[in-house]
């Protein structure tokens, strides 16, 4: 079907049409199972969202702003919705993905936008919200007893209880619209990264430098630059 197998209850149907389900992803959990739906909902029927959910989350930060994104997730137990919660954010609204969310233990970890959510299972009980990026965070994955998030400005390691332990920026950002490569890769000791100028980094997971190879198209883009727009001497206005 349209909704991608997801069945939609009454209530939730009333304000959500089915094109504005944009993806999902559903596992197990002991006896439950869980729905990940990522919802694109008209900012004029937001205010009537909260009847729907036992519960709505986002970042103190998001308040003054428009939300961007929204990512549902539903609790079943035997054919019924058992908890519900709605995950909001004010930054660059993303679809779920599989690396966008894992379960570590008793607790769901989900990004929603540039918000990194610990919500427990099954009981959908917020542990923390944290804004990770300025921008956008695209994924998380777990290492040893803490969260590796990629961003689009910063690589963030981030404890089990939400405390950020270091944070990482390159001379650009960390996303890659041509084919050069991964722009994100975990290895045992250290992980690589490439940003948007071809850059490329290799750090430890102490939030060091291991290694850094300046693209020489960031370097002849800058000498290019200089040349068609060399700088005028301070009295020259034209």
């Known amino acids: 079907s349209a909704t991608g197998g997801l069945v939609l209850n009454p209530s939730l149907r009333k304000y959500v049409s089915l094109h504005a389900i944009l993806m999902e ?10 729905e990940l739906v990522d919802l694109s909902v008209d ?3 937001y205010s009537e969202i909260p009847k729907i959910y036992d519960y709505i ?13 929204r990512h549902l997730i539903r ?5 019924i919705t058992y908890k519900s919660a709605l995950l909001t954010d004010a930054g660059t609204g993303l679809s779920i993905e599989r690396d966008s969310y894992l379960v570590d ?11 990194l959510f610990s919500i427990e299972l099954p009981s959908l009980k917020l542990n923390w919200v944290l804004k990770v990026d300025f921008a956008a965070c695209f994924s998380v994955y777990k290492y040893q007893d803490s969260y ?11 404890s089990k209880s939400g405390i950020i332990l270091w944070k990482y920026s390159g001379a650009d950002i960390f996303v890659n619209i041509e084919d050069h490569g ?20 290799k750090i430890d997971y102490n939030g060091k430098t291991l290694n850094y190879e300046e693209s020489k198209r960031y370097s002849n883009r800058q000498l290019l630059k200089f040349i068609e727009n060399p700088k005028k001497a301070w009295w020259k206005f034209w």
């Open 182 to 201: 991964e722009t994100f890769k975990m290895h045992e000791k250290f992980i690589e990264l490439m940003d948007f100028n071809g850059s490329k980094y």
């Open 57 to 69: 989350y986002g970042s103190e930060e998001d308040q003054n702003f428009s939300i961007r994104g």
């Open 105 to 115: 233990g008793e607790n769901l970890i989900i990004r929603c936008g540039n918000n």
């Open 25 to 34: 992803a559903v596992f197990t959990f002991k006896e439950f199972r869980i």
């Open 75 to 79: 609790v079943i137990l035997n054919e």
């Open 148 to 158: 590796i998030t990629h961003g689009e400005i910063s690589i963030l390691r981030v």
């Open 43 to 45: 900012l004029e029927e």
